[in-house]
């Protein structure tokens, strides 16, 4: 199971383009890159998932590298109400599926 | 449609109790999913299920129990209870046929307390 590395914490602004990059050097050929967005007192919440390229939907893209080594979270014009810790995690998508946690970035936006 | 849905959401034991926690899904989704969050970690999954009838092991399985008897329900068991397991317990669900993406719903976590 791969493990993945994001920064501890991170600062913003509101209106800013924020990414957010994780590491994972050990991904594994079968494996998909998921990013969850959690809110206090609340279960994470799905943002985005990848397998290789550039993915993108209304909330957030995400970037992938050829060699899928690692990945950047983009969250365009970003609120205060972005505020939030973000996972990225790797796994394999089926029936065996799991994922390891990290302890994710946590995101702060400033007025 | 509640979506995923835990209870109680809050509870205290003492040391050496039992108690199940219940996450029940109105999607009819086939995988479950207990996960266990310490402060200022990120999640551990305890228990899993791809379908009715069949439980695995997942990360922290210690000291933890599960049963998948209805496709809708998921229940964890803590048989007698240690301090170790004080933890917010989150549950988990998605599709086993998933279109485009993989994705997992939360339920809103039972914060438990062991003293």
């Known amino acids: 199971l791969a493990k993945t590395t994001q920064p501890i914490s991170m600062d913003s602004y509101e209106g800013q383009e924020v990414n957010i990059t994780c590491s994972h050097n050990?991904?594994?050929?079968?494996?998909?890159i998921t990013w969850y967005q959690q809110f206090p007192s609340q279960g994470p919440r799905f943002i985005i998932q990848?397998?290789?390229?550039?993915v993108t939907n209304e909330v957030a893209s995400l970037f992938i590298p050829a060699d899928r080594k690692s990945s950047t979270l983009s969250l365009p014009r970003v609120s205060l109400s972005d505020t939030a810790v973000y996972y990225c995690l790797v796994g394999r998508m089926d029936s065996n599926y799991q994922l390891i946690w990290g302890a994710g970035t946590k995101l702060i936006i400033k007025p | 449609n509640a979506g995923v849905t835990q209870t109680p959401k809050f509870r205290v034991l003492k040391t050496g109790q039992s108690m199940t926690l219940l996450c029940a899904q109105d999607m009819n989704h086939e995988y479950m999913y207990w996960y266990r969050q310490d402060p200022g970690m990120g999640l551990r999954l305890i228990h899993y299920s791809v379908g009715e009838g069949t439980t695995a092991k997942g990360e922290v399985p210690d000291g933890y129990n599960v049963s998948r008897l209805k496709k809708q329900n998921f229940l964890l068991g803590l048989e007698s209870a240690a301090p170790s397991q004080t933890s917010v317990y989150f549950c988990a669900s998605r599709e086993s046929l998933a279109g485009d993406h993989y994705e997992q719903y939360f339920g809103p976590g039972t914060r438990l307390t062991v003293t």
């Open positions: 990848g397998y290789k390229t550039k």
């Open positions: 050990n991904i594994a050929t079968n494996d998909y």
